[in-house]
Nanobody
Framework: QVQLVESGGGLVQAGGSLRLSCAAS????????MAWFRQAPGKERDFVAA????????NYADSVKGRFTISRNNAKSTVYLQMNSLKSEDTAAYYC????????????????WGQGTQVTVSS
């Protein structure tokens, strides 16, 4: 089992920045690929970004490329999502997810999920 706890969400003005954190506990964090998904009200949960177990391979949704950066610190069992140049359309609940080793883009392929943290961007 892997337990994931997100933090760092909040209210920010358009153009601002936030950094989300996801702290993991349980099985060896460094063996898991980590991802961020988000879900806006009334919409499906969408892929945002992912990083493989080593941190050498990253993938981003087109809508966040150049604005968001995913990173991980295996010594701290934590994955981060640095979000810059935030837009109102980034408003959503953001979820951290984990799966063994390699990146996948579909939520069904992730085994463990956090409870989510809300990000609200005011225009």
């Amino acid at each position: 089992q892997v337990q994931l706890v997100e933090s760092g969400g909040g209210l920010v003005q358009a153009g601002g920045s936030l950094r989300l954190s996801c702290a993991a506990s349980g099985r060896t964090f460094s063996s898991y690929a980590m991802a961020w998904f988000r879900q806006a009200p009334g919409k499906e949960r969408d892929f945002v970004a992912a990083v493989n177990w080593y941190g050498s391979n990253k993938n981003y949704a087109d809508s966040v490329k150049g604005r968001f950066t995913i990173s991980r610190n295996n010594a701290k069992s934590t994955v981060y999502l640095q979000m810059n140049s935030l837009k109102s359309e980034d408003t959503a609940a953001y979820y951290c997810a984990a799966r063994p080793t390699s990146i996948r883009l579909l939520e069904d392929e992730y085994d463990y999920w956090g409870q989510g943290t809300q990000v609200t961007v005011s225009s």
